[in-house]
């Protein structure tokens, strides 16, 4: 059954169910008994503050309801800024507020689905290949875990699975050039107040920036431990740029993502935001990106600025190589950053505990992946006692939680969209359609700059980091819609131009 086949079938079903008032008083009076006796148990049963709490739930569902910006505005600034907050009380688990938003955006946009004759279900290309992948993820999970796993690992992997879904819920709420400027837009703004945040802390002293992220602690985030972050874990040597992601390397992933979506826009001809506000952004999420001292991250970002110059805007070049000659002299002439450079360095030739460290992982993953070659290990840990699960790589982290048929289809599914969304390039930049050109480009870009850093990260495919997932799929499905709508105009145009030419 072919994709376009099969979204004709989904959408005449669709429809015609939609169409039908006696449905659409079902959902409607259902959705109201449903949230009445949710509120009334929660008042009655909970605390005195619940009934607040609900009020507020409903405030929030109708502002999603009546604009599914809201959600994506609210799903994008947590997965940026916020990302490990949690709600500061317990309900058998403790939900955090992307679960929270991404679950209310998937809701919102699905009865938006079925109560309107006018909306219509969007799988594209990449719909039914992500559904596979998420089903051999889930059939991995159940393997591993002997069909029995821990309520723990049950809700990470439940927010795996929203994360990546996030893919659904973004080609089917972006329905005009508008909204996709509008989730463009706080997607930079949103790395960049993550990045000024990270700066802000980093500048404290240390006890003061510990008191900050410790008072955090109410709404998920840790009290203890490795609540600062230092190279090599010395507390005497060089602190980190952590932000409040809680992990250095997964702060510089997310905004090594971010910026390379953002640094385009500062050669289009329409930028998404002033340029002088770009400029501040790119500035502030660049110098955030070098206080991690995340090798993957600064890697990722040379990737996609020299996928940038490689594609579409040949001048960076020139850029890049007087940067490259700049910071050759800052760095080595003038002993500035001399600490970052060493630390390059050793890191190339595997000197340093970190990458020591990274090595015995890579092994053990092979040998993991040897073991257990066509569905993987599952989410939990090792069945074995001589291996161990966890591995610095969304690759050999892939090969090794589902198997080598997992990766194929990851691969596969990466490739696909790359191919196609080139194709899509090529014939907006020959149509000189530059505003939505200069937008693909930026995200393809950042989905470059992602799996650059995932050679050497697991945190684009690791259930306790779901915001990750979230702005990885979410980005591939931004770019997808951009694509829909780019195709769209340029339909209307040349169907604007026939009537012309037929009527002159």
Not at 322 to 348: C, K, S
């Amino acid at each position: 059954m072919s994709t376009r086949f099969y979204n004709s079938y989904v959408t005449r079903t669709t429809t015609a169910f939609k169409k039908h008032p006696l449905f659409q008083k079902i959902v409607v009076v259902g959705s109201a008994v449903v949230l009445g006796i949710a509120g009334g148990a929660a008042v009655a049963f909970g605390p005195f503050w619940a009934g607040f709490i609900v009020l507020i739930a409903l405030a929030c569902g109708y502002a999603l309801m009546v604009n599914t910006n809201v959600g994506l505005l609210a799903a994008v600034f947590i997965a940026t800024i916020l990302p490990f907050g949690t709600v500061p009380f317990r309900a058998v688990v403790t939900p955090n507020f992307l679960t929270l938003a991404l679950l209310a955006l998937l809701a919102v946009w699905f009865l938006r689905l079925l109560l309107r004759p006018d909306e219509s279900l969007h799988l594209s290309y990449l719909g039914l290949p992500i559904l596979g992948f998420l089903g051999l993820t889930f059939f991995s999970f159940l393997l591993g875990s002997n069909a029995s796993p821990s309520s723990l690992l049950l809700h990470n992997y439940f927010k795996f699975l929203l994360g990546v879904t996030f893919f659904f819920s973004v080609i089917n709420c972006i329905r005009s050039r508008e909204q996709a400027r509008f989730m463009l837009r706080i997607i930079i703004i949103g790395g960049g107040i993550s990045a000024a945040v990270g700066l802000l802390l980093y500048a404290m002293r240390d006890e003061m920036a510990l008191r900050f992220l410790t008072a955090l602690g109410r709404i998920g985030y840790p009290t203890s431990g490795r609540v600062l972050r230092y190279i090599e874990d010395d507390t005497s040597g060089i602190e980190r740029a952590i932000g409040l992601s809680v992990d250095p390397n997964s702060f510089g992933g997310m905004l090594a993502l971010v910026a390379a979506i953002t640094a385009p826009q500062l050669l289009t001809k329409h930028p998404i935001l002033p340029r002088w506000m770009l400029i501040s952004i790119v500035g502030v999420m660049f110098l955030a990106i070098f206080l991690t001292y995340s090798r993957a991250a600064l890697g990722g970002l040379i990737v996609a600025t020299m996928y940038v110059a490689t594609i579409r805007y040949r001048r960076l070049w020139w850029i890049i190589l007087g940067a490259g000659t700049l910071a050759g002299i800052l760095l080595i002439g003038l002993g500035l950053g001399e600490q970052f450079v060493q630390r390059i360095t050793d890191g190339v030739q595997f000197r340093d505990q970190a990458n020591q460290m990274r090595l015995a992982e890579y092994r053990n993953a092979i040998e993991v992946i040897r073991a257990y070659p066509v569905f993987g290990i599952g989410f939990g840990q090792a069945p074995q006692l001589d291996l161990v699960a966890g591995v610095s790589s969304i690759y050999l982290a892939i090969g090794q939680r589902i198997g080598l048929v997992g990766l194929f289809a990851f691969l596969a599914i990466m490739t696909l969209f790359f191919v196609r969304n080139w194709q899509s390039l090529h014939r907006l930049a020959a149509r000189g359609v530059e505003e939505y050109a200069g937008w693909l480009v930026g995200i393809q870009a950042g989905i470059a700059a992602a799996l650059a850093v995932g050679l050497l990260d697991h945190y684009f495919f690791n259930i306790e980091f779901s915001h990750m997932s979230a702005l990885l799929w979410g980005s591939i499905g931004l770019a997808i819609a951009i694509e829909r709508l780019a195709n769209r105009d340029i339909s209307i145009q040349d169907e604007t131009r026939q009537v012309v030419h037929e009527y002159d």
